[in-house]
C-alpha cells in the first residue's frame, strides 16, 4: 500500500469547489484523481458530483469532465472509449463517477450494457445511499430502517445487492472501498488503471446531509461501518476474491462491534433508539450483517 507521503502532490479536485462541509465524495474523488494523476476523463450523470464541480464556465475539476442525463452514463462512457480508441489514443482511462441513484437504480440498464459489451472503462459507484442531490430520497441502496424523505418512518426493505448484479457480468476487476480508508482507495483505483476492460468499483461515503450526522463524524462512520462488519472491503482479480485486510479481521462475528455503535451516531436511525429502544429492529440489522457476509463469501469464495 502507498504511503501518505508517497501520494502525488498535484490536486485534481480544486479549491472553491460546491461540496457540501465534511464531503465524504471530494475524500474519494481526490485520490481516485491521485491515483490517475489527469490521464483520465470523467463522466458525470445526475448526481452531487455535478453539482460539486460548479457552474459553467467555472470548475471545481481540473480535469475533462463530461456530464450526461441520470440513465446514460455508462452509455456515454461507451461512446468516448470509442472515440479515444478511433484516434488512435489506447491510454486515457475513461471513468464514469456516479452515485447510488444513477447506479442502483437509474443507470443499471446502461450498465448492464456497457459491461456485457466489455467496454474498457472504469465504473465508480459512489454510494450514500440515498438521492442526496434531489432532497434524500430513498433509493435501491438505502438501508433497511433508515429514514428519508420518502420514508419517514423507516425503509422496509434492505438495500438491493448491486455487486452480486455486477458480479454476474464478470467484469475483469471489482472492488468495494470506502472513503474511510483513502490509501487503500488509491492502490485500487492504480490497480484498475493497469488492468484493461470492465472494471467496477463500489465506495460506501457517508453524507452528513443526508444521514443527519455532525461533519466532523465522517471518517468515524466510515470505519465504523467497518468494524461493525457492515461494509466489506474486498477485491476480485478475474476469478481470485481478495479479502480486504482491514476487513479481514472482522470475518470473525465476535471481533465486531455491535451494529447500534454504527447506527446511534446517524439521525437517520433515531427512531430505532427514541422514544424508546428498538430492539427487535436493531437485531434485524444486526442479523443483516451477518446475511451480507453469508452471501458475499458464498458468491465469491
Not at 105 to 116: K, N, P, R, Y
Not at 178 to 205: T, V
Amino acid at each position: 500500500m502507498v504511503t501518505t507521503k508517497e501520494l502525488p502532490l498535484k490536486e485534481y479536485v480544486l479549491k472553491g469547489n460546491a461540496a457540501c462541509a465534511g464531503c465524504q465524495d471530494m475524500v474519494a474523488l481526490r485520490h481516485a484523481h491521485k491515483a490517475l494523476e489527469g490521464d483520465v476523463i470523467q463522466v458525470v450523470p445526475a448526481c452531487c458530483t455535478s453539482v460539486v464541480q460548479s457552474l459553467w464556465p467555472k470548475s471545481g475539476l481540473g480535469i475533462p469532465v463530461l456530464n450526461t442525463a441520470f440513465p446514460a452514463a455508462a452509455a456515454t462512457a461507451s461512446g468516448v472509449k470509442a472515440a479515444l480508441k478511433a484516434k488512435g489514443n489506447n491510454h486515457t482511462q475513461v471513468m464514469v463517477w456516479a452515485g447510488d441513484g444513477g447506479t442502483f437504480d437509474i443507470g443499471l440498464q446502461a450498465l448492464s450494457g456497457a459491461l456485457e459489451r466489455r467496454t474498457d472503462f472504469l465504473y465508480i459507484c459512489y454510494n450514500n445511499q440515498v438521492y442526496s442531490n434531489t432532497g434524500t430520497q430513498r433509493s435501491g441502496a438505502t438501508p433497511l430502517h433508515a429514514q428519508t424523505t420518502t420514508t419517514w418512518y423507516g425503509k422496509t426493505e434492505p438495500e438491493k445487492m448491486l455487486d452480486l448484479i455486477v458480479a454476474a457480468h464478470e467484469p475483469v476487476y471489482q472492488f468495494t472501498a470506502n472513503s474511510s480508508y483513502p490509501r487503500d482507495l488509491y492502490d485500487k483505483i492504480k490497480k484498475a488503471q493497469e488492468i484493461e476492460g470492465p472494471k467496477f468499483g463500489h465506495i460506501f461515503l457517508p453524507c452528513p446531509q443526508a444521514w443527519n450526522y455532525p461533519v466532523e463524524k465522517g471518517v468515524e462512520i466510515g470505519k465504523l461501518a467497518v468494524e461493525t462488519g457492515y461494509w466489506i472491503m474486498w477485491e476480485r482479480v478475474g476469478d481470485e476474491f481478495i479479502l480486504g485486510k482491514y476487513s479481514k479481521r472482522y470475518q470473525d462475528p465476535e471481533k465486531r462491534k455491535p451494529i447500534e455503535e454504527f447506527l446511534k451516531i446517524q439521525g437517520r436511525f433515531s427512531r430505532l433508539f427514541k422514544p424508546k429502544r428498538n430492539e427487535a429492529k436493531i437485531q434485524e440489522l444486526q442479523d443483516y450483517v451477518q446475511h451480507r457476509w453469508d452471501l458475499v463469501m458464498k458468491t465469491f469464495t
